[in-house]
């Protein structure tokens, strides 16, 4: 049964028509306070929750226990975005589990020179101080490079650029203009953005 209207007793049988045809559409039997609960609201009204929290990695298609995880953690990522907790919380958000960082900064170096060692950033010279590099414990496709890119540039401080995405099953990203490194130390400049299988 409708309540008292809250149309003005001048209204038209029209708008009183479209007023109880609302009031059935978006009669939520949900207290309020369970809303707003990633917890306790219903299934059926997590990915509203999940818009109206500006949740920004969202898939219908995941478990419910993942979406409610999302939803928890969306204010924490957000108020933490632009470090390196953000970045690879949001990693492991997108279901690509711990994640390395490294930054440009804490590469070892001789002197000005560009990074030295190990056989994934040697001769680096086009790398500046805000560049930094992730490394995935897990296989990716070149689409998943791509979508982490677009996903880690709303997190990353607007300052940094991704420059490499490093999977342990030996498949490189690089991201832009940067370069690949194949193997141990043979460096390739230029603008790439396709994979290369080392383990073919």
Not at 86 to 100: C, F, H, I, P, S
Not at 144 to 154: G, P, T, Y
Not at 157 to 165: E, F, G, S, T, V
Not at 186 to 191: E, F, H, K, N, T
Request: aromatic letters at 10%; charged letters at 20%; proline letters at 6%.
């Amino acid at each position: 049964m409708m309540a008292e209207s809250l149309l003005p007793p001048n209204a038209t049988g029209l708008e009183l028509n479209i007023e109880a045809i609302a009031a059935t559409r978006f009669d939520l039997d949900v207290p309020v306070d369970q809303l707003w609960s990633p917890e306790r609201v219903p299934a059926a009204l997590l990915g509203y929750l999940a818009w109206a929290l500006s949740v920004d990695e969202w898939d219908s298609s995941w478990p419910e226990s993942r979406k409610r995880s999302v939803i928890t953690d969306s204010v924490t990522v957000h108020r933490r975005k632009g470090t390196p907790w953000a970045v690879k919380r949001t990693l492991e958000l997108m279901g690509y589990g711990t994640a390395d960082l490294t930054e440009y900064a804490t590469m070892p170096k001789i002197g000005d020179a560009p990074p030295v060692g190990g056989d994934w950033y040697i001769g680096w010279s086009g790398m500046s101080w805000a560049d930094y590099i992730i490394t995935i414990k897990q296989p990716i496709k070149r689409e998943d490079a791509d979508r982490i890119e677009a996903r880690l540039a709303s997190v990353a401080p607007a300052r940094c650029r991704l420059w490499k995405i490093i999977v342990a099953d030996g498949v490189y990203y690089a991201i832009g203009d940067g370069l690949w490194t194949i193997g141990a130390g043979i460096v390739l400049g230029g603008s790439y953005n396709y994979e290369v299988e080392l383990n073919a």
